[in-house]
């Protein structure tokens, strides 16, 4: 597949926006002795990975508004080749890990279904070391006291007793100035 090539008829891949408060950091050199790149995101508190196509693409990104111009962008400011399909996969990381301001469905449901995914991504033995070692055990169950004592405090709740509460709040300021 060439560069001006698209797999979905003859539109290019709309850039999804990323969001503004996601920074671009330099990381740990990658295996090959290349740079390395992190995105940190603040909301999440979260350092991700990304190796320097990535980050050349994501440098970029801002200015463009499709594929076709972020492969433009890459060539002319780095000299850099880059294929649709890294494109396409960088899209997919960037979607999976919220790094995008909207979902790829414009939808909020999108959000809340991630959500929910990566809280069941843990395996039945992590959730039950999780439940192991965050229990609660009530060592007090005042309900009974409670329910015993309403009837002396209950006319503190009226409108006669809020009155009088201010009215002497107001003769203390008083007093004390």
């Not at 809280?119 to 009974?144: D, E, K, S, T, V």
């Not at 006291?145 to 003769?171: C, D, E, K, N």
Request: hydrophobic residues 45%; proline residues 6%; charged residues 20%.
């Amino acid at each position: 597949m060439q560069a001006g090539e698209h797999d979905q008829g003859d539109e290019p891949l709309k850039l999804p926006q990323l969001r503004s408060e996601l920074s671009l950091r330099l990381g740990a050199a990658s295996e090959d002795g290349s740079n390395g790149w992190l995105i940190y995101d603040p909301v999440q508190h979260r350092y991700f990975q990304i190796d320097q196509t990535a980050y050349e693409l994501l440098s970029v990104w801002p200015q463009c508004q499709d594929a076709d111009a972020l492969i433009a962008a890459v060539a002319a400011r780095f000299a850099t080749s880059v294929e649709p399909l890294q494109i396409h996969e960088l899209v997919r990381f960037l979607v999976e890990s919220n790094l995008t301001s909207e979902s790829p469905t414009g939808d909020w449901r999108y959000f809340a279904a991630s959500a929910r995914r990566r809280a069941h991504a843990h395996g039945p033995l992590m959730r039950l070391a999780h439940n192991y070692l965050f229990f609660r055990i009530p060592l007090w169950r005042p309900q009974r006291f409670l329910t015993s004592t309403l009837p002396l405090v209950a006319p503190l709740y009226t409108r006669t007793a809020a009155i009088v509460i201010l009215l002497l709040g107001l003769v203390g300021l008083y007093l004390a100035s």
